[in-house]
């Protein structure tokens, strides 16, 4: 397994829009595969923000995704923001959300950033083992979501 900016695989931009559609779409109202499509494809960087990383397999096939994007809480000034971790079932457990945060979390440092945020509602434990810190609990579009930094 190996992380590598999207940008190198363009043909994933589908993969990685079904899957940030399939897990967040519900939670954002008004948004459609065809936007998520539009916003996975102006992250097709790999020295500015936004990025989008994917986890590929030894056989190239797509294994999980994460980003660096600006903004992600609306209305919330901080960032930049670790967004859209995703690594499909049947990969689970095997450390690949873990290796795609600290790609994540390199890209940010060499941009210049030193510290990153992030919200969560399902996994505060996996970034807590990765050093992040929880800072507040907040209810945020029907779910109770942890935000966390880290310094970078
Ligand atoms: C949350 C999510 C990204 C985690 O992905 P993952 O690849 O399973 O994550 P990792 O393997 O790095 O870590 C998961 C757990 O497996 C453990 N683990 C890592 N490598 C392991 C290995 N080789 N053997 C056994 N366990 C391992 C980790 O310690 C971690 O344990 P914890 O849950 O007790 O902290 C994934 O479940 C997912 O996509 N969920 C749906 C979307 C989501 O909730 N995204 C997060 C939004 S903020």
Do not use: C
């Not at 030894?58 to 670790?82: Q, S």
């Not at 940010?108 to 609990?137: D, K, M, V």
Request: hydrophobic residues 40%; glycine residues 8%.
């Amino acid at each position: 397994m190996r992380i590598a900016p999207l940008a190198e695989r363009p043909d994933l931009v589908h993969q990685v829009a079904v899957w940030g559609h399939g897990e967040w779409g519900p939670f954002d109202p008004g948004s459609t595969l065809e936007s998520r499509l539009a916003h996975v494809r102006e992250s097709l960087n790999v020295a500015q923000i936004p990025i989008t990383f994917v986890a590929l397999a030894d056989d190239g096939t797509a294994v999980g995704t994460a980003a660096l994007i600006l903004d992600d809480l609306e209305g919330d000034p901080r960032n930049p923001w670790l967004a859209s971790v995703y690594v499909p079932p049947a990969h689970r457990k095997r450390g690949i959300a873990s290796a795609l945060v600290r790609a994540v979390e390199d890209a940010a440092r060499r941009i210049g950033h030193r510290r990153l945020y992030l919200f969560t509602s399902t996994a505060p434990r996996l970034y807590q083992s990765l050093g992040w810190r929880p800072l507040e609990t907040r209810d945020y579009r029907g779910e109770t979501i942890q935000v966390m930094d880290r310094t970078l």
